[in-house]
C-alpha cells in the first residue's frame, strides 16, 4: 500500500467534469483514497471551481453524488486554475501544520498542473499516485496522452509519484 500524504486534495471533481474520460473510473480510485485518508483520520479538501462555465450553485458547480464528500470535509472555492491563486488554501494548510499533499482530481493540464507546479514552490512535498488526474481530448493529444505527459512532467521535478 502506497504512504499516504498529511492531507488529501480533491481538485475540481465537479459535474462539469462528468464527460471526461474515465470519469468514472476515477471516482472509484478517488473514493477509495478517501477512505483511506478517513481511516487515517487525516483531512480532506475538495476544491471547488466557478467561472462563466461553472456558475456557483448550478448544477455543473456541483459534486457528483457518488462522490464520497461529508459534512466535515473543507472546502476551497476557487475562480482560477491555481487552487492557491486567491484562496485561503495556503492559509488552510499552513494553520494545521501541513506541508505533505497528495493531490488528484481534475483537470490534468489546467487545475492539476498549475496547483501542482504552484504548491512546489510554495514548499510542499506532493503525493501522488498514477492515473489520478481526468481530462478531454484536445486538438493536440488524446486525454490519455495529455494525463502521460503530465505526469512524466511531474515525475521526481514536482511529484513522488507512489
Known amino acids: 500500500m502506497s504512504k499516504l500524504a498529511q492531507a488529501l486534495i480533491v481538485l475540481d471533481f465537479q459535474k462539469a467534469l462528468q464527460y471526461s474520460y474515465d470519469f468514472k473510473g476515477l471516482l472509484k480510485k478517488v473514493n477509495d483514497r478517501i477512505t483511506l485518508y478517513r481511516q487515517a483520520n487525516l483531512p480532506i479538501i475538495f476544491v471547488q471551481h466557478h467561472d462563466q462555465n461553472v456558475v456557483h450553485d448550478s ?25 492557491f491563486f486567491k484562496t485561503n488554501l495556503n492559509e488552510l494548510l499552513m494553520q494545521n501544520s501541513i506541508r505533505t499533499l497528495e493531490i488528484c482530481g ?6 492539476c498542473n498549475a496547483t501542482i507546479v504552484m504548491a ?23 486525454a490519455e496522452d495529455t494525463i502521460s505527459f503530465f505526469e512524466e512532467l511531474w515525475s521526481k521535478r514536482f511529484v513522488e509519484f507512489q
Open 120 to 142: 512546489h514552490g510554495l514548499g510542499y512535498k506532493i503525493l501522488m499516485e498514477h492515473d489520478m488526474t481526468t481530462t478531454f481530448d484536445n486538438d493536440y493529444l488524446t
Open 106 to 111: 481534475a483537470q490534468t493540464e489546467y487545475t
Open 59 to 83: 448544477d455543473l458547480w456541483k459534486f457528483p453524488k457518488e462522490l464520497d464528500k461529508q459534512k466535515e470535509d473543507l472546502i476551497v472555492e476557487k475562480s482560477h486554475d491555481n487552487a
